[in-house]
């Protein structure tokens, strides 16, 4: 968290911040900023400009600035945005529900007077200018079926860990890899290059379904699976004890009885 939904959600919010001027920046946390770049620099660049639009590329949120080159957030495992003093998700999955001022890392005030903060107790995520988006892989939202089957062929990697891989396929986190792979019944541990036509079809079909239904109950938290995701947790389709294992670095929950 938050993953592909979760970073939607906060670019839909950021949205408000279209039109408006940036008068000041304020990065209390020099680990936070990332390509070596220091808050005097950052301010220099960002003040003045205006907010021209937002996109999202997997997990990587972007504004485009007139005046200024494009800002990224990353968001790590437990950033939040709040702009104008409303937050898009009020608590993450796996984060403190409590808010403490030393997690605002980075905050863009505007002329106006209103504001985008990024809230992070972790300090995982992170800002930079004019973000690298060619190193990540085609987007989960709108993969195709032959672009799934260039993501995964030849592959020798475990299944999960090559979804996972940001690089392959942008937008996946640990949540959304377990309740897809669930979903279509493939366990996380074979090789992602094992799979034959008709799983492929299966995995592509599920896991655009997936997207599109945990979008609209609002996350990626709110899987089926997602409740049994703990110690002695049982599938919730046929009760059987799900596994719980490393996959591509990330703790994995499945089911052995119906993912093969």
């Not at 920046?25 to 003045?48: F, H, K, N, R, S």
């Not at 505007?110 to 300090?123: A, Q, T």
């Not at 938290?221 to 002695?232: C, I, P, S, Y």
Request: hydrophobic share 40%; charged share 30%.
């Amino acid at each position: 968290m938050p993953e592909l939904l979760e970073v939607e959600y906060y670019r839909r919010l950021a949205e408000r911040t279209v039109g408006r001027r940036i008068a000041s920046v304020d990065a209390p946390d020099a680990w936070y900023l990332q390509q070596g770049l220091d808050a005097a620099q950052l301010e220099a660049v960002l003040a003045g400009a205006v907010v021209a639009g937002t996109r999202r590329r997997g997990k990587l949120l972007v504004l485009d600035l007139d005046g200024a080159p494009p800002l990224g957030l990353r968001f790590g495992m437990t950033g939040r945005l709040v702009v104008d003093g409303e937050a898009a998700i009020e608590r993450l999955e796996y984060a403190s529900a409590r808010h403490e001022p030393g997690w605002e890392r980075f905050r863009v005030r505007f002329e106006d007077g209103g504001s985008l903060v990024m809230v992070d107790p972790r300090r995982l995520g992170g800002v930079s200018l004019d973000p690298d988006v060619a190193q990540l892989g085609p987007e989960a939202t709108t993969l195709t079926p032959s672009g799934l089957r260039r993501v995964l062929e030849r592959s020798q990697a475990p299944l999960k860990a090559r979804l996972l891989d940001q690089a392959r396929l942008a937008g996946l986190g640990n949540l959304l890899a377990d309740e897809i792979l669930w979903r279509a019944r493939l366990a996380p541990t074979r090789a992602a290059g094992g799979l034959d036509e008709s799983e492929l079809r299966r995995l592509h079909r599920v896991l655009r379904s997936t997207l599109r239904e945990l979008d609209g109950r609002g996350g990626s938290h709110t899987g089926d699976l997602f409740v049994a995701r703990r110690n002695g947790g049982l599938c919730p389709r046929c009760e059987n004890g799900l596994a719980r294992d490393q996959v591509g670095g990330r703790t994995t929950y499945w089911c052995p009885a119906e993912q093969r």
